[in-house]
Structures are given as C-alpha cells and as structure tokens.
C-alpha cells in the first residue's frame, strides 16, 4: 500500500509530537520506559534545587526530582517529589540531603542509605536534611577571625589613641631635651675614656702602682711554693685540731667550772668549815680571841720564863 505524502507528513508530525512530549517528561523527571517509585521530602528550604535535578546515591544517579509545593499548612516547608528506580532499595532510615553538586551552585539530592531492615515504600516520605553552603561554611569559619581582627583594630585604635595623647607637644620637647642630653653624655664618656687612657700611658703614680702589682704577682709566683708548704702545715694543724678531743676536754672543763661554781655557792650559803668562817661572825671572833690569848701567853711566858720553867722541873721532880 502506497502512503500519500499527506500521510507520510502526518506520521512524521505525529512522531515529532510524541519525541517532544517524551523529552519534556524527561526532562522533568519523567520516564515512560523504567518503572520508578515517587518518594517524598519536606524541606525547610531548598536553596536553588528545581526540578530535573539529580537524585543520586553515592554519587551515582538514580532519579530524578519531579516537583517542589509549599506545605497547606502555612509553615513556609516545602514538600519535594522525587522519582527514584525501583532498583534501588531504600531502607526505612535513609535521609535525602540537598547538597551543591558543583561550584557554580547546582543542587542536587542524595539519598543517605540507612541500615534498617525496613524499605520504603512509593509514596513515602524520607528524612531530610540540607547540607550547609559553602558561603555559610566560609562564613562559621571566618566571623571568628573577623571578630578578633575587629577587637585588634579597636585595641589598636586604643593603643594610638593613648599614644597621641601621650606624645604631645609637651612630650616631644622633652624628648628633644633628653636625646640632647643623651649625647652630651655620650660625649662625655667619650672625653672621660680618652682621658683615661692618657693617664694609663703616661709616667707616673699609676704606673708605679702597676709597677708594684706587677712585683707583688712576681713574688706570689716565686714563693708558690712557701706559700704552698704554709697552706700545707695550716691544713696539718687543722687536722690535728679535728683529730685531738677538744670536745671532751671542753666537757671536762665545763664540769669542773660548774663543780667550782657549786662548791662556791655553798660557802656563799655558809654550808661548811669555809662557809662557816665566812658567814659566821662568832666563829670569827672566838678565833680573833683565841689568837689573842695565845699572844699573850706567848708575850707572858717571853717575859716570865721562870714562872714556867719552875712548874715544868716541879712537876718533872714530882713523876719521879
């Protein structure tokens, strides 16, 4: 059967039609020839994700977003439709993220696989998350810096502040007066250093005093070892003073002193035949007066002898 151009031209139309209508549903997610299941996720925004955009797992595509609406329930969520193949098996704790496929800000949604035993069904809806930009990122990790940068800056301005009010006019003169006298000091030193290096070479009393150091470091040197065998006996009687019992002959000492002091302190108490003549007064006096009459009979039998002699030769006479 031989086709008129007329129908021949409305096939071609007729294709051309259904080719568009099959692209368009494509491209919005839309696939007549793989079976796929439509699950869903509520947003709290979806910061530039449309729909077409890419469902992947692992980064491997597997469906597509079909269509974003705004929840009836006036929160301002949006509820996301997404058509993924039935060959992916989603288990029952499983978030879908949007996140930013490329740095130019493409969005996309990756599905987060759980470990659940349960699957998702068609028509469920999944955990959602959305991935941090990296404006915000950059932004977390910046305003730290930029806080201490303001606090330096405002400390800095302090700083300059203080030190404006620090340098006036004032200030600076007297800044001026000081680097002068500075360098009037320097040169001072400088004169002083010159002066005395004058005086250490001329011929005179400083010369004699190095003169006499000099002679007395000779000598040290020349008798070093006197001086040496000096040491050495000092060293020697030291010790034969460490050696000896100076110690128990000290102790010794020490008891004898506090024997004495004791038997000192009992005369002063009048305990004893010396403390009795010391303290006593009658004691003192019988003596005082036995000496006296002792004198007397001495003075008596000098001057009497006969009296004495004649009693001895009587008595003598009388024995026999």
Known sequence: MKLSKE??????????????????????GKDFFTSQQLVYAVYPRVDGLLPSNAVSVNGMKVGLVRSMSLMPDNSGRIVVSMHVSNKVRIPGNSVAEIYGTDLLGTKGVRLILGNSADE??????????????????????????????????SSMDSVLLVIREVFNEKTKENL?????????????????????????????????IFSNLESITNNFRENNS?????????????????????????ENTQKTLQETSEVFEKINRGQGTLGQLIK??????????????????LNDIRQHPQRYLKFSVVSIGGGK
Not at 10 to 25: D, E, K, R, Y
Not at 197 to 202: E, Y
């Open 7 to 28: 129908a021949k031209l409305g096939l071609i139309v007729t294709a051309g039609i259904a080719l568009l209508f099959w692209g368009v549903n494509y491209l919005k």
């Open 176 to 208: 001026k007066v000081s680097f002068a006298s500075i360098s009037a000091s320097l040169q001072s030193i400088e004169m002083l250093t010159s002066t005395m290096d004058t005086v250490f070479r001329r011929e005179g009393k400083l010369k004699s």
């Open 226 to 250: 006197k001086i040496t065998g000096i040491i050495s006996n000092f060293a020697a009687i030291s010790d034969t003073l460490a050696k000896s019992n100076i110690s128990q002959t000290l």
């Open 280 to 297: 006593n007064d009658s004691l003192y006096h019988n003596l005082n007066v036995a000496s006296r009459d002792l004198d007397q009979l």
């Open 120 to 153: 998702f069904k068609d028509g469920d809806t999944l955990s959602s998350k959305v991935q941090v930009s990296r404006a915000e990122s950059v932004n977390a990790e910046v305003a730290p810096i930029k806080v201490k940068a303001e606090n330096l800056i």
